[in-house]
């Protein structure tokens, strides 16, 4: 069950990964004004979907009910409260600051969920730690 429980965390920490990395190259592009970016990541994020849909015994560990709580998790700090916290801190610099200051939403969107991702992977080391602790103690 053990197993079951880190493979799960690799899995979204993996896949959370691969989202950031997707924003960060949209951004990119838009700053080089050149779609390359999005389209290598775009490449590389359809070769993992493929080679996790065709090997089998991936498939079967995609279904667990533990990946997919974990995905949630990672989802809800990846791209949930990105989303929400991008919008409510643009409006509110917009609003003190005005237009001309402030960055694009997409970048403050890939800061936040940076951070959001980061959070999600020292609270799983945390717990992983936490629960080594408590079974080698016993």
């Keep these: ?19 950031l990395g997707l924003a960060w190259s949209i951004s990119i592009s838009m700053y080089k004004g050149s779609t390359e970016p999005t389209v290598a990541m775009l490449f590389v ?11 089998r015994p991936m498939r079967y560990l995609l279904g667990r ?22 919008m409510f801190f643009h409006i509110m610099l917009e ?21 959001g991702w980061m959070t999600f992977v020292m609270t799983l080391f945390i717990k992983f730690v936490i629960h080594s602790v408590k079974t080698s103690g016993r």
Excluded: C
Excluded at 1 to 19: C, F, H, K, P, T
């Design 1 to 19: 069950m053990q197993n079951v429980r880190r493979y799960a965390d690799i899995i979204a920490s993996i896949e959370g990964l691969m989202w």
């Design 45 to 55: 994020i359809g070769a993992l979907v493929l080679i996790s849909w065709a090997h």
């Design 65 to 86: 009910y533990h990946i997919r709580k974990r995905r949630t998790d990672m989802w809800i700090h990846t791209l949930a409260l990105p989303l929400l916290l991008a």
């Design 95 to 115: 609003a003190i600051v005005g237009s001309a200051w402030l960055p694009p939403k997409m970048l403050l969107f890939n800061f936040l969920a940076s951070a």
